[in-house]
């Protein structure tokens, strides 16, 4: 079964503990934060991308307040690959098409609700290859 990395900052701390009762049962690693005190969301995106760059077939989950912050700092690692999803379809072809390794979202800004509803969906679904392969790879082309 895949690991999963998840981490969080203050604003996504709450949601951070409803998604890790929703996995139950799944392989998951918590990287903090660890309470409701103010932290910097970069620090936090980029453990969770080191983790990653060690462990290739993992998937990382990062919330903060919006998911802005964290998909921004998550993406400036080359091995990142980093969707903020607010809906379902979002997630879903997030992996089936972007092959995102990366979910981000916000904890301020969805229901626990729909948030579970956007992590079975980037869960369930997986990178379909062919074109979608070719698209992805001209990421590294433009890699500075
Ligand atoms: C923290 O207040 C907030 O800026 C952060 O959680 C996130 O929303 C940044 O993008």
Same mark, same amino acid.
């Given at each position: 079964m895949t690991k999963i990395y998840i981490a969080a900052d203050h604003g996504g701390y709450v949601l951070k503990a409803v998604l890790i009762a929703h996995l139950k049962g799944r392989e998951i690693i918590d990287l903090g934060t660890e309470s409701?005190?103010?932290? *910097?969301?970069? +620090?936090?995106a980029d453990k969770l991308a080191d983790h990653l760059k060690t462990d290739l077939t993992a998937l990382g989950i990062l919330i903060c307040g919006t998911g802005l912050g964290m998909s921004m700092a998550a993406n400036r690692h080359p091995h990142i690959r980093a969707a903020r999803c607010?809906?379902?379809? *979002?997630?879903? +072809?997030?992996r089936r098409h972007n092959n995102a390794n990366v979910l981000c979202l916000g904890g301020r800004t969805l229901g626990d609700d729909l948030a579970k509803h956007i992590v079975d969906h980037f869960f369930q679904a997986s990178f379909e290859g062919g074109r979608h392969q070719r698209r992805v790879n001209q990421f590294s082309d433009f890699a500075c």
């Open positions: 409701p005190e103010s932290v *910097d969301y970069p +620090l936090y607010s809906t379902g379809l *979002d997630a879903d +072809l997030a």
